[in-house]
């Protein structure tokens, strides 16, 4: 049975910093291209960060040169460091594969930018 389990969310001031992290079981990030989603109010979730099987990683323009998505093949977890953060990153973060294909989102981890 497939879990993914957010967390390290929180409340941050503008340029500020946060480190998500991504617990994973029931598939092995090593085999599959990782990435992070997040949802803000009102909008469609949109994909943030993504890392290949191989370690190829790739970033929506938004967050590129800020947000850094890593993975830990031996303990199975997919980590986010967010740096500089804006209020524009205020959102519901979650992990998920890509292409999407589980049928399954966690919960999520709230990320709230605000001085």
């Known amino acids: 049975q497939v879990q993914l389990v957010e967390s390290g969310g929180g409340l941050v001031q503008p340029g500020g910093s946060l480190r998500l992290s991504c617990a994973v079981s029931?598939?092995?990030?090593?085999?599959?291209?990782m990435a992070w989603y997040r949802q803000a109010p009102g909008k469609q979730r949109e994909l943030v960060a993504t890392?290949?099987?191989?370690?190829?990683?790739t970033y929506t323009d938004s967050v590129s040169g800020r947000f850094t998505i890593s993975r830990d093949n031996a303990k199975d977890t997919v980590t986010l460091q967010m740096n500089s953060l804006k209020p524009e990153d205020t959102a519901v973060y979650y992990c998920?594969?890509?292409?999407?294909?589980?049928?399954?989102w966690g919960q999520g981890t709230q990320v709230t930018v605000s001085s």
């Open positions: 890392i290949t099987s191989g370690g190829t990683t």
């Open positions: 998920n594969t890509q292409p999407l294909w589980l049928n399954y």
């Open positions: 029931g598939i092995r990030v090593r085999f599959n291209a």
